[in-house]
């Protein structure tokens, strides 16, 4: 089986594929100093609380935290006896190479939201994910990511803003009843989730006008439904869309190696 390792700035999520779905999906802190035996023996563990009888045979993982990457080797090298396959690594093989300027790095997540956006909906195509930071990451009609723009994360402007104002206190994201607040913590409320909703309209309509083609708007991330709430621009939220990228770029190096 498959063990599929997401790793964010905030959380690292963990699924195992048997082929056919996802049998099982776990998350905890992104940690660098957490040891390949601390990750095995929480994973362990949780396969066995949830009676998850699962020989993983092969790895992949897509982090954006490049410090976590050697433990996860470790991990799969040591107590599964597989390589594990690191997307944007040079041996790692995508589906359409992106286009993009020279000498510039494109981060494994988004890779991988390309390659699984482009799987179910097709190109021309602008992925927006709710994460750390908030990232839209454009793909052209042949499947090759082309650009994007990273935005703050939700979270993080929260963070920010009542560690700047000492006045403010930190507050939940949620959906507003009204627009104007009549306390404090329903005013920020409202400016972040309309100001979300706003950011997310305008870089979206931005980069329709620069597209050639009309573009469909696709939404993954914790966050996606919360904001689906308020706006129409989305076409499709996606849950699944980054386990699924990576199951497929698996996939295709497997065909490779094979060939």
């Not at 993982?61 to 396959?85: E, G, K, M, Q």
């Not at 309509?205 to 993954?220: C, F, S």
């Amino acid at each position: 089986m498959l063990l599929a390792i997401d790793c964010g700035n905030t959380n690292t999520v963990f699924s195992i594929w048997d082929g056919t779905e996802f049998i099982a999906t776990w998350r905890c802190s992104t940690d660098h100093k957490r040891t390949a035996d601390e990750y095995f023996v929480w994973l362990t563990t949780l396969m066995t609380l949830n009676k998850v009888n699962a020989q993983i045979t092969e790895t992949i993982i897509s982090s954006t935290v490049p410090r976590v990457v050697f433990n996860l080797r470790v991990l799969t090298d040591r107590y599964f006896n597989c390589r594990p396959l690191v997307v944007g690594k040079p041996e790692c093989k995508l589906p359409t190479a992106p286009r993009v300027d020279p000498g510039t790095s494109v981060g494994p997540d988004r890779l991988v939201n390309t390659a699984a956006g482009f799987a179910r909906h097709g190109g021309d195509l602008i992925v927006v994910d709710f994460g750390t930071a908030t990232t839209f990451d454009v793909v052209d009609q042949d499947g090759a990511y082309i650009g994007g723009v990273i935005s703050p994360g939700v979270n993080l402007s929260l963070q920010a803003l009542s560690m700047a104002a000492a006045a403010l206190p930190h507050v939940d994201v949620s959906k507003p009843e009204h627009v104007i607040g009549k306390n404090t913590v329903a005013c920020m409320q409202s400016g972040v989730y309309w100001g979300y909703i706003g950011l997310v309209e305008g870089i979206c309509r931005q980069i329709r006008l620069e597209h050639p083609r009309p573009m469909k708007v696709i939404a993954t991330g914790g966050l996606a439904p919360l904001f689906q709430q308020g706006t129409e621009i989305f076409d499709a939220i996606e849950g699944d869309l980054t386990m699924h990228g990576l199951v497929l770029i698996n996939e295709l190096n497997k065909e490779t190696d094979t060939a």
